[in-house]
């Protein structure tokens, strides 16, 4: 006779929406027990003792990831740098122009280079400055600021996609991990069924078909292998440059994982993205700067002063003769003439500028509302995929290969329905782990569509 003790679904001692899961959980081991006489199995039931709570030193959980990435991401480390460069401007813009400080040797002849021949000889030195029109340097400072400001808030922005892309990142892995773990136990299962066929067949109970069924379904699951290989291989190398390391360090994702499915409405998201979202913070300090270049651009049609002082040493004369020395201040200015076809145009560009900052932040809103709603759709889809499969369609599939599995030890039952029954099951339990991948990195894009950590309300 056939023990079969169904372990699927397991006892939980936490909430659905955050819980932490081995693999040991969804993967009870088949233990056969296979000889010309008799044909027997049991399944080992899957243990729910509490799981230990720490770490390999050698594994990379989700948070350590994040902090590693944080920490050492070029890409981010380069928005740091150019927001602290951004962030030194304001300043500059709003001081005064250097003065200027002249000397010059005025009237000497040529043809004997005597400072005392000539009474208009004479060695002058003089200061200036430029003196923009009133207001124009606060406006300038203004503009400089709230750009630093803008950019500060493009290195929190970052930080989001950042966070968004490891978190997807190592959840896929987590899930290729996981599939090539059932693909172990599922080879497991297949040879085991090669084995029971082959004693079948062997006593006279069973056909070669049989065996030969099963040995290409074992071949299949080894060519699934490879391709779940090849795309971990990949992963983990653009995985390792988000990390700031070698692309060829392995990474080891714990079989541990804690995650959570919480609830929210679609409405309540969108009524947070444009208080929360850096984007946005830095869409509307753009605009801030925008419309003060605005007001810069008008103030052009002012003009600019430029005064500065000056005296002159004259030399006595070849006779002794005292020569009086020469003292002169200067104001100039600009003339705006070309109003027309310079400051006019300027402030026509800046008004389009500041047309297209108010379109900008528009459309990203629009972009940003629509993929809530669409990413906020797929993970109620995920969630609910997810738990139908943990609590009706893998043990129904478990209950099933059962009974297909007790039927076929006494012939009742034909051996392709169990082998494709066991097929789906596999199935089945690789959906599971792919659509837990599914709903934590598509909470990672809300995450950082929205601007905060999602958790549950």
């Not at 948070?63 to 890409?75: F, S, T, V």
């Not at 480390?77 to 401007?89: D, N, W």
């Not at 810069?296 to 003009?303: E, G, Q, W």
Request: no cysteine.
């Amino acid at each position: 006779m056939f023990f079969i003790n169904d372990s699927w679904p397991l006892p939980r001692n936490h909430p659905a929406w955050a819980m932490t899961f081995g693999l040991a959980l969804f993967a009870p081991g088949p233990v056969y027990h296979v000889s010309t006489g008799t044909i027997g199995m049991t399944w080992t039931e899957a243990s729910a003792e509490p799981l230990p709570t720490h770490t390999d030193e050698s594994t990379l959980p989700l948070n350590l990831a994040i902090e590693q990435a944080l920490a050492g991401n070029p890409g981010l480390a380069e928005i740091k740098a150019r927001a602290e460069a951004s962030a030194a401007i304001p300043s500059q813009a709003g001081s005064l122009p250097d003065p200027t400080v002249n000397f010059e040797m005025l009237n000497v002849p040529t043809r004997s280079f005597n400072l005392r021949q000539e009474d208009m000889t004479m060695m002058a030195m003089g200061i200036s400055q430029e003196l923009p029109f009133p207001g124009k340097l606060a406006l300038r400072e203004k503009i400089a600021a709230h750009e630093a400001m803008a950019a500060a808030d493009s290195v929190d922005e970052a930080r989001l996609r950042l966070v968004r892309e490891v978190k997807q990142n190592w959840w896929q892995l987590f899930y290729y991990d996981r599939a090539l773990n059932l693909l172990d136990e599922t080879e497991r299962v297949f040879q085991q069924l090669i084995d029971i066929s082959q004693a079948k067949y062997k006593v006279g109970k069973g056909t070669q078909q049989e065996v030969l069924l099963t040995q290409l379904e074992l071949s299949k699951l080894k060519d699934e292998r490879l391709g779940l290989t090849s795309m971990r291989h990949a992963l983990s190398a653009r995985f390792n440059a988000l990390l700031d390391r070698s692309p060829e360090q392995p990474v080891r994702i714990p079989a541990l994982a804690e995650f959570k499915l919480p609830s929210f409405t679609e409405s309540a998201l969108q009524d947070k993205v444009l208080q929360i979202r850096p984007l946005f913070s830095q869409h509307r300090k753009m605009l801030d700067a925008a419309t003060a270049k605005v007001e810069l651009a008008k103030r052009d049609f002012y003009p600019d002063f430029t005064v500065g002082a000056g005296y002159a040493f004259r030399q006595n004369t070849q006779a002794g003769q005292t020569r009086s020395d020469f003292a002169g201040v200067q104001l100039s200015m600009n003339v705006p003439i070309y109003a027309n076809r310079k400051q006019a145009k300027a402030v026509d560009q800046r008004q389009s500028e500041l047309l297209q900052e108010h379109y900008a932040l528009q459309d990203e809103h629009h972009k940003i509302r629509a993929e809530i709603a669409v990413k906020a759709a797929e993970y109620q889809h995920a969630k609910e995929k997810l738990l139908l499969l943990e609590h009706e369609i893998i043990p129904q599939a478990q209950q099933t290969v059962n009974s297909l599995l007790a039927g076929y030890q006494v012939s009742q039952n034909n051996f392709s329905d169990l082998l494709r029954t066991q097929q789906s099951l596999f199935q089945y339990q690789a959906q599971y782990w792919q659509a837990l991948s599914n709903t934590q990195q598509l909470l990672a894009e809300l995450s950082a569509e929205v601007g905060e950590e999602l958790s549950h309300d």
